[in-house]
């Protein structure tokens, strides 16, 4: 096929030819729709890497500014930027990091980690894209618990205390069986039945309470601990003590099992099976039983736990030391 125009003599491109060019301008065509896919896939990726890495870092930046509060403002947003930074975030000139202490429920009691990333783009600079910016945002509150559940170490156990006189953290005080004859004890604790109906009660003295454990919530008691201590009670208390021979109040290790987490109720415990409403809680540090006279020895501690829920809003709950450290964002 060729066809002389002119005087030239100019011959026209063969079909073969005109294939041959089309098939140029559709693997143009082609490269560069793959160039934008790599582009896609590589970049969008690196941001969604990015993002992931911010957003555990600012998590852990709050979660242990958090511990600090309410009453260490400073000392919490500095401990929330070291952690931040321990987590790779905040350490080059392309990261930037901040803190800030709010108010949720009490003064103060809030933090908020923020950090920013400039991700540099790799494939997609072809189509005039430099970089951009990745963000991520946490917030943790320091709060009284308003429920609690044994995990992570801490054990909740299945008594109500009553909420008496306060007492100095770390002093030595005594607890006994509310119906107990003698008056050895300082505060009065009743057995209450674990939540749930599936745990005995001898499985949650030794292993804490499994179910949640609700400010406001009504809980049955019954007579495991009525007049004395019980042999149930007994075994697991010294086996907490026994098992950590040589810690002490003001030098246990995190969850500790001689450190237990009590429900406390608000007035006198009642005859079980007479339920009770818990108020709030506290941690007991435990250091001796004495089954001759029916007392539990041990020592009151401050303690934030990890498992729990904090005091809901507009609900009063008395801060005897229990607190709940939790992300909120």
């Known amino acids: 096929y060729r066809s002389d125009q002119g005087s030239g003599g100019v011959v026209a491109p063969t079909p073969e030819y005109r294939q041959r060019g089309q098939v140029l301008i559709l693997t143009a065509v082609a490269l560069t729709v793959l160039l934008g896919a790599a582009a896609l896939v590589t970049d969008i990726g690196m941001l969604t890497i990015t993002r992931r890495a911010l957003q555990n870092a600012v998590d852990a930046g709050a979660l242990a500014g958090a511990v600090a509060l309410p009453g260490d403002p400073a000392g919490a947003r500095a401990a929330a930027l070291d952690w931040t930074r321990r987590n790779g975030v905040g350490i080059t000139s392309d990261d930037a990091i901040a803190a800030t202490v709010t108010t949720t429920s009490v003064a103060n009691d809030t933090i908020n980690v923020m950090a920013n990333r400039i991700v540099h783009y790799g494939f997609a600079r072809i189509f005039g894209l430099i970089s951009s910016q990745v963000r991520a945002d946490a917030s943790a509150i320091n709060a009284v618990a308003g429920s609690v559940r044994s995990a992570n170490g801490i054990s909740v156990i299945p008594w109500a205390v009553n909420n008496d006189a306060f007492v100095s953290y770390g002093q030595l005080v005594s607890l006994q069986p509310a119906n107990s004859d003698n008056q050895n004890g300082q505060f009065n604790f009743v057995s209450i039945d674990p939540p749930g109906g599936t745990q005995s009660y001898a499985d949650a003295m030794a292993n804490g309470v499994a179910g949640d454990i609700v400010v406001g ?22 086996s907490r003590i026994n098992s950590r021979p040589n810690e002490t109040w003001d030098a246990f290790r995190r969850g500790s099992p001689r ?17 009770v409403v818990i108020e709030t ?6 250091e001796q039983v004495d089954t001759k006279n029916n007392v539990i020895y041990g020592r009151f501690v401050p303690i934030i736990v990890s498992v729990g829920a904090a005091s809901p809003q507009g609900i009063s709950v008395p801060d005897l030391g229990v607190h709940v450290v939790k992300l909120i964002r």
């Open 259 to 275: 450190v237990v987490i009590i429900p406390v109720v608000n007035g006198n415990i009642p005859n079980p099976p007479n339920p």
């Open 281 to 286: 809680f506290r941690a007991f540090f435990l």
């Open 217 to 238: 919530r009504r809980y049955p008691t019954n007579a495991f601990d009525g007049r004395k201590v019980s042999q149930q009670t007994a075994s697991a208390l010294n």
